[in-house]
């Protein structure tokens, strides 16, 4: 680490320099993405050190998230896989059923992938970063990224308590509000989704049976509810409409008036989110959130910075892709890393990646009306769904998603 150097205003200066092999990294986010690319850089050859703004134990605890086959395949690519799959609850099976009760359609992992598992979302960050750590990938804690220069040679990165760092390239893996996505196009913005987010894990069955690896969602009336037990934990989500949202309102609102709202929005719900909910303490209930995505981000890398994961691509949580996609850029990034100079390997990587990514970001915004549809629409979305779901889940159909494989 440098004492701080007076930083001049961003100015990318394409060099003769650039069009070297990186040999040296700073990444940005120590979440998924940041970890991952991480590993795999080293793989390649190319020395990484990652820079995480918060403090070990000090984030939330987060609620189920699931990682998909493509994403337990990236993962592999560094070794990661088998700690995240022997931490998670398998859940090979999606089972989505409306508000009457009815199975609209399940959606089954093809056996010859791996199989589905689902752990909460700060976990998988904590496994990563120990995975890394073992690996020998130096990880600084409580350090937040504040800006940076590109000197065409090389760049220099700033935070918050005055130190600097230098390294061949920089990685922005630092999320949906990317500050380093700020330095290169502060222009991008999350959109909302008309959807609020809320969750957590209940320890022990939650009043109700284990799903036997099926994770069950319900378009109910009101509101969107999902859960999964293995008896000894629960976890749970709801996504509820609003379609404008005040800070004030998310601020403002305690626990027990969300669990009012959500207790009204499930009540006339077929299937267990009442039992669920009167389980949920305050502790392991996950603070609101409204959920946003990013359809389209334009640019991904200027000069020796680059985006990866929900920086460069933030899918809703809808598509149940976000933490895969953010670890399959990571390894595809340091696979162009690996091969190509770093112009060259910036575009390599971006030309591999966009479509793929976009493509499910907006899926998920489709499923997202979904979820927030009018009465007149729900009833539409609940009779032709079974059709559409029989036709268009099937592994074939869904092989582009979920069987995903980078070659190292
Ligand atoms: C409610 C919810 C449910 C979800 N469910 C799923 C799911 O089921 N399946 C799925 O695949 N995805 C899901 N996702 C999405 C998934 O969490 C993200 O897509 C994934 O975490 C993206 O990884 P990332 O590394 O790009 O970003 P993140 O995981 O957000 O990591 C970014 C990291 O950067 C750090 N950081 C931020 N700013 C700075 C800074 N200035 N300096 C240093 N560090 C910084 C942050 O502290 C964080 O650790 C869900 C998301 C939400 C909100």
Known sequence: MTPRAPIA???PAMTNEQHRRATTALVIGGGVGGPVAALALRKAG???????AYRPGTGSKGGPLGLASNGLNALSVVGADADLAAAGMPTPRMVISSGTGKVLGTIDTDPSLPGRVTLPRGRISELLQARAEADGVPITYGKRFEGAVDTGRSVIARFDDRTTAEADILIGADGIRSAVRGVIDPSVKPRYTGLVGLGGYIDGPAGIEPTGGDFRMIFGRRAFFGYLSDGAQTGWFANMPYRRLEDADLRNTTFDQWMSRMRAAFADDAGP???ILDHVTPDGFIPPSPLEDLPHVPVWSKGRIVLLGDAAHATSPSSGQGASLAAE???????????LPVDQAFQAYESRRRARVERVIAEAARTNQSKAAGPVAARFRDAFMPFFMSRFT?????????AHTIEW
């Open 9 to 11: 205003p961003y100015a």
């Open 46 to 52: 190319i020395d990484a050190q990652v820079f995480e």
């Open 273 to 275: 989110a009442m039992t």
């Open 329 to 339: 850029s990571a390894v595809e990034l340091a696979k162009c890393l690996r091969d």
């Open 394 to 402: 099937t592994p074939e159909k869904t092989a582009w998603q979920y």
